[in-house]
């Protein structure tokens, strides 16, 4: 009998174990979520102090007898054995370097209400956060976003990120899309229509069976202010 995969996160945010848990319901895999189990945040707390390869942080996956950390080295396993990356080596490097890309926009995402320290609560940088928004919401915003519609237009438009399969890093663009709805949603509602081919592959994405199924279940959580995107709605007001 296979196991079901162990899935290590924190248990009431959505995070960088999203970004996993789209992979896992997309591929149809058997897995348990520890630590939103009864007992399951001691576990976590134990697995981190593995005897052999213990991770730096949340996420990590335990499967196959593997102890595997990192967001986008996670989503490279899962990409290789269930089918949500190309087979050869060049469509697998390009899919993990869309990932990774989409790892730094995350990455500057949660530097907009934590600029100064991620040990220090939001109110105690709010005047940082502020001005680091700004700049976010005026030029990263717009930089990431215009690269990857371009890749979804090149040579011409195409339904997902490599073509007509879904891979991994379009699960993951569409959370960020998702995310970036949520925490600024009064700039995505001005520069939506901007990027329609985005649009459309959230919108593809979101009707997929299996996706479709687990946004309507309890397994996701709500976005919330405790996790990667939040919204504040002062970091969007302009100064006058």
């Known amino acids: 009998m296979v196991r079901p995969y162990e899935l290590f996160y924190w248990p009431t945010i959505q995070g960088r174990g999203e970004f996993v848990r789209l992979a896992l319901e997309e591929a149809g895999v058997d897995y348990i979520d520890v630590a939103r189990e009864p007992g399951g945040m001691a576990r976590l707390m134990a697995a981190m102090d593995g005897p052999d390869h213990p991770p730096f942080a949340p996420p990590f996956l335990k ?20 089918g949500l990356a190309p087979s050869e080596e060049a469509g697998g490097l390009w899919v993990h370097q869309l990932q990774l890309t989409i790892a730094d926009l995350v990455a500057e995402v949660h530097e907009t209400h934590h600029p100064i ?52 890093a379009d699960l993951s663009l569409f959370q960020l899309v998702e995310g970036l709805r949520y925490a600024f949603p009064a700039t995505m509602g001005r520069i939506d229509a901007g990027y329609p081919l985005l649009g459309a592959l959230r919108d593809r994405v979101a009707a997929r069976p299996r996706i479709a199924a687990y946004l309507k279940s309890k397994r996701r959580i709500a976005f919330n202010e405790e996790g990667i995107f939040r919204h504040y709605p002062e970091l969007e007001q302009q100064e006058k």
């Open 63 to 82: 499967a196959n007898g593997l102890t595997i950390g990192q967001t986008a080295n996670i989503l490279l396993f899962l990409g290789q054995h269930h």
């Open 117 to 168: 320290a991620t040990s220090l609560y939001y109110e105690d940088q709010r005047p940082e956060a502020k001005r680091r928004s700004a700049d976010f919401i005026e030029t990263r915003i717009p930089k990431f976003l215009d690269y990857f519609e371009g890749i979804l237009a090149r040579p011409e438009p195409k339904d997902y990120l490599t073509g007509d399969t879904l891979t991994y």
